[in-house]
């Protein structure tokens, strides 16, 4: 349990994660740590769900486009390396492999194309779960037999409650604004509860944030979850959209990239739902190959708010965007990637 | 016959009537109409400026613009961001076999109403036909040349500390017209393509002599890719004032939706102006009476740190990486 | 890690909403904001709308930003 920060005055520097790539993107554009120094040190978490999609999961994948299947993504997977290709290869290669901004994009391409099979692979926290969930009720009313969904959807508290559960020393936290749009706060209730962390859940402009940060400072000692996106979010959060994941999804163990296999922190389709559930209809087992992890990566440290990018001997030297090494580099919205874009 | 043939592409009969109704007939180039080999150009110069490009957008119909459109502008102000006074454009096509003549006239036309507006002419062509499926329509190179006046030295490497930075008008605005013709969304006012040619803007430059240092046009990778080219190739570093970014709405709210930054989308008509201080206003005030500089703006300084950075509207600072690869839209 | 815009909704032919946002029009499902009306801001995620945003909230948010930048 973390509660040596009841004991710190005011006067040292106060340790703030942040756990959504969003937020970090913020934080990095108006360089908002600049504000803080000496007084803040706001670190990243592992906020960001498609840095956590395990080589092995791009491996399935690919071997589905290999198969002959029309994999259909969000724009943000396209380059996210497996254990041997990524799909910005495979697509290059002459793979059927699109980009959509929706998920009814990817059902209306199955509509429009009806000899081709579609596979949509669901990325995303507890905000884009609910949309697939729709879009698969959708395809089932309107009796869509070409389109499945692969899901790799992510759910926050587990993977917060593991960091804590690893020891990790913060004073505060910055909770995710969109997806507790979503949850509400309920869910992240025990972070104060069993943790004794202050956590506020913060908008995605750099006021908002730095609005969070200040109530983070006031309620140092008053362990709770606060609601900073006020116009957005509340306790119970978006009922209808909870109940759209539950009618769909059901909690699985799910493998997080550097962090391993944690339980309940993954969203599988329920039985009711498996003629859209690709796993299951088209199930296959791709090869893996090993991968000789590099060593000197400090992804795993980084996305545990020890150390920052900068602190990694491979950031800018031989990780960057183009020929990333680590999670936190391969994806646009990771620490690394951030970092390197926008300095700090 | 109302669609192209891969008869058209060989080289006999029915390759003249292509080029007579289409390209003869909407160029209407007296050298063009010799049908020689090769033009023969009497030009007093100095120096010959010359480039190429070769255009390949989809869809090839866009608001504001068209591919042909675009092969005119991008060649000719490639010229004027070197001083030069664009003259003759060559014009190569490759069609696949089935693209309706109706189009390709279309893009003849389009073409031609963009050299006229540039004053230039083009003096020479060629055309292909390949098979269904080869070509994604039409492909279109153009090559032009151009003459640079005495006296005039824009070059990439001459920026220098304490210059200023203008840009001519609202950044990513083609970029964001033709990404929202490929997507399922509309602008209201409808946004087009910002495709120009910009002779007007760089006669007006001309006349300030030296104290203009460089001249890019941010095609592809945008406004960010040439200020880094400009930074690489002057050995300098440049600071970018964000709130002076002259954007319009509806590019910034669809670059908010769909995670994009408009500092990489393309543009094709717009000049990044690297000029020296002390002459900075006066240059503003006469690009902002050319036609297509009606919205320029100072954005920025030149440094000796090497770095791009950007100072946000906190006052804080920041870096301004390069684009690397393509832009595609994020739910993240 | 989830990109949403506040976007106005201009009109509603179910369960879609035409929405609105400095000249950007789109349609967007409301599936998940059923009570919407037109005049409200919701915030739109990967073509849907996914909260409706409370309007009071949202102008003192305006007020904090220019207290902060000047």
């Known amino acids: 349990m973390g509660t040596n920060q009841v004991l710190r005055s005011v006067n040292t520097e106060l340790k703030i994660m942040e756990v959504c790539g969003t937020h970090s993107e913020v934080v990095s554009k108006y360089a908002l740590r600049q504000f803080y120094t000496g007084r803040v040190k706001l670190v990243s978490g592992p906020g960001c769900p498609v840095c956590v999609i395990a080589s092995e999961d791009i491996d399935l994948i690919i071997e589905y486009a290999r198969c002959g299947f029309t994999i259909v993504t969000f724009g943000d997977l396209i380059r996210i390396p497996g254990t041997v290709s990524s799909l910005a290869v495979e697509l290059a290669r002459g793979k059927s492999i699109k980009v959509v901004y929706s998920p009814l994009d990817a059902l209306a391409m199955a509509k429009d194309n009806p000899s081709n099979q579609v596979i949509f692979v669901a990325v995303g926290f507890e905000t884009t779960a609910p949309l697939v969930a729709l879009t698969i009720m959708k395809a089932k009313k309107e009796g869509i037999k070409n389109f499945s969904v692969l899901s790799l959807h992510r759910t926050m508290p587990q993977i917060l409650r593991t960091l804590f559960q690893t020891g990790v020393n913060l004073d505060g936290l910055i909770l995710p604004g969109h997806v507790c749009t979503i949850t509400g706060s309920k869910p992240f209730e025990f972070l104060a509860r069993d943790f004794g962390i202050t956590a506020v859940i913060s908008g995605f402009a750099p006021e908002d944030i730095m609005e969070s940060i200040e109530i983070i400072r006031e309620n140092l000692h008053r362990p709770s979850i606060y609601i900073q996106y006020k116009r957005a979010v509340s306790t119970s959060g978006n009922m209808v959209a909870q109940e759209a994941i539950k009618k769909v999804f059901k909690p699985c163990d799910a493998l997080w990239r550097a962090f391993g296999l944690i339980k309940d922190s993954g969203l599988a389709i329920k039985e009711a739902w498996s003629f859209f559930d690709a796993r299951k209809r088209w199930p296959i087992k791709p090869i893996h190959h090993k991968q000789a992890l590099n060593k000197k990566c400090s992804c795993e440290d980084i996305m545990k708010g020890i150390l920052t990018p900068l602190e990694c001997p491979l950031f800018r030297t031989f990780c960057r965007p183009e020929s990333p090494i680590g999670p936190c580099m391969v994806s646009s919205e990771g620490s690394c990637a951030i970092y390197y874009k926008y300095g700090g | 016959m109302d669609i192209v043939l891969s008869a058209h592409g060989g080289g006999g009969k029915l390759t003249e009537e292509l080029i007579q109704e289409v390209f003869l007939n909407e160029f209407d180039s007296d050298i063009l109409n010799e049908m020689e080999d090769s033009a023969v150009l009497d030009i007093d110069f100095n120096k010959l400026a010359f480039t190429t490009d070769s255009y390949t957008v989809k869809p090839l119909f866009f608001p504001g613009g068209d591919i042909g459109r675009l092969a005119v502008c991008g060649t000719i102000n490639d010229l004027l961001t070197r001083g030069a006074v664009p003259l003759f454009l060559s014009a190569s096509f490759i069609i696949e076999e089935g693209f309706r003549l109706y189009d390709l006239k279309r893009i003849a036309s389009s073409m031609a109403r963009t050299c006229r507006e540039a004053g230039v002419k083009i003096v020479a062509g060629d055309t292909k036909v390949v098979a269904r499926g080869d070509a994604d329509g039409i492909f279109i190179n153009t090559s032009g040349a151009g003459y640079v006046p005495f006296g005039v030295n824009i070059s990439v490497k001459n920026a220098k500390p304490g210059d200023k930075v203008?840009?001519?008008?609202?950044?990513?605005?083609?970029?964001?017209?033709?990404?929202?013709?490929?997507?399922?969304?509309?602008?209201?006012?409808?946004?087009?393509?910002?495709?120009?040619?910009?002779?007007?803007?760089?006669?007006?430059?001309?006349?300030?002599?030296?104290?203009?240092?460089?001249?890019?046009?941010?095609?592809?990778?945008?406004?960010?890719?040439?200020?880094?080219?400009?930074?690489?190739?002057?050995?300098?570093?440049?600071?970018?004032?964000?709130?002076?970014?002259?954007?319009?709405?509806?590019?910034?709210?669809?670059?908010?939706?769909?995670?994009?930054?408009?500092?990489?989308?393309?543009?094709?008509?717009?000049?990044?102006?690297?000029?020296?201080?002390?002459?900075?206003?006066?240059?503003?005030?006469?690009?902002?009476?050319?036609?297509?500089?009606?919205?320029?703006?100072?954005?920025?300084?030149?440094?000796?740190?090497?770095?791009?950075?950007?100072?946000?509207?906190?006052?804080?600072?920041?870096?301004?990486?390069?684009?690397?690869?393509?832009?595609?839209?994020?739910?993240? | 890690m989830c990109l949403a815009v506040p976007m106005k909704v201009k009109n509603i032919r179910w369960p879609n909403a035409e929405v609105l946002a400095e000249g950007l029009r789109r349609e967007v499902n409301i599936q998940l904001v059923p009570r919407v009306n037109i005049g409200d801001y919701v915030l739109v995620h990967a073509g849907f709308a996914i909260q409706v945003i409370d309007g009071k909230w949202a102008k003192e948010n305006l007020e904090l930003w220019e207290q902060i930048k000047s």
């Open chain 2, 166 to 332: 203008i840009i001519s008008g609202t950044i990513g605005d083609h970029g964001m017209a033709v990404l929202s013709s490929r997507e399922d969304f509309t602008f209201d006012p409808p946004l087009e393509s910002d495709c120009a040619p910009l002779v007007d803007i760089v006669n007006t430059l001309r006349s300030f002599g030296e104290s203009v240092r460089v001249l890019r046009d941010p095609t592809r990778a945008g406004v960010a890719e040439v200020l880094y080219n400009i930074s690489r190739a002057s050995g300098v570093g440049i600071e970018i004032y964000e709130e002076k970014l002259p954007v319009k709405p509806q590019v910034a709210s669809a670059c908010n939706m769909l995670g994009l930054d408009f500092l990489q989308l393309a543009n094709e008509g717009k000049l990044v102006a690297v000029v020296e201080s002390s002459a900075a206003a006066k240059i503003l005030e006469a690009i902002k009476k050319c036609k297509n500089g009606r919205e320029a703006a100072i954005i920025g300084t030149v440094n000796d740190s090497g770095q791009i950075t950007a100072r946000t509207a906190l006052g804080t600072s920041r870096i301004l990486s390069r684009p690397v690869g393509e832009l595609v839209p994020r739910i993240c």
